[in-house]
């Protein structure tokens, strides 16, 4: 069994899903996942299905953002807030929490350029002398050796 094996290596593993997905989980994951969370509206089934106990209080049904129930192993049902961090970027994050998040984010600098700058070219003008015309074809000059019979 990985989960069991990974305990002892120490390796930690987190499952994260839905509660209507629950079912899906198998024992086996059930019974090697002993810190359990719950966060969000969840009604005193729901958090007893995931954590195995019922909450101490009850829950309401507007909670919060980051706010449910944790349970490590067999200990009591705990109350949790944990930081909610909307994304700056969703459309759906409303301006104050936007800027709450980009104040706690470093500064942005622009970014470097992506492709390097263009190779400097350098043109000079090499002054370029005519050449002398060759001579024209024609009758052999007056003075070339004419070659001897023999």
């Known amino acids: 069994m990985p ?17 209507d997905n629950m079912d899906m989980l198998s024992e086996a994951v059930r019974s090697h996942t002993r810190a ?10 729901q958090v007893e299905a995931v954590l195995g106990a019922r909450p101490h209080t009850t829950p309401t049904p507007d909670v919060p953002a980051g706010r449910g129930y944790a349970r490590l ?11 909610a961090t909307p994304d700056p ?12 998040v980009l104040d706690l984010l ?6 470097a350029p992506t492709t390097a700058p263009a190779p400097t070219v350098v043109i000079e003008k ?8 060759a001579p024209a074809p ?13």
């Open 73 to 83: 192993g067999t200990g009591p049902v705990l109350r949790l807030q944990v930081p």
């Open 126 to 133: 090499i002054p370029v002398t005519a050449p002398e015309p």
């Open 106 to 111: 470093p500064e942005r600098t622009p970014a």
């Open 3 to 19: 989960l069991r094996h990974g305990r002892a290596a120490q390796v930690t593993v987190v499952v994260a899903e839905q509660s």
């Open 36 to 45: 359990r969370i719950v966060l969000g509206p969840a009604s005193p089934g």
């Open 89 to 100: 970027y969703d459309d759906a994050t409303s301006d104050a929490h936007r800027r709450a």
């Open 138 to 150: 024609g009758p052999a000059p007056l003075h070339a050796p004419v070659p001897a019979e023999g």
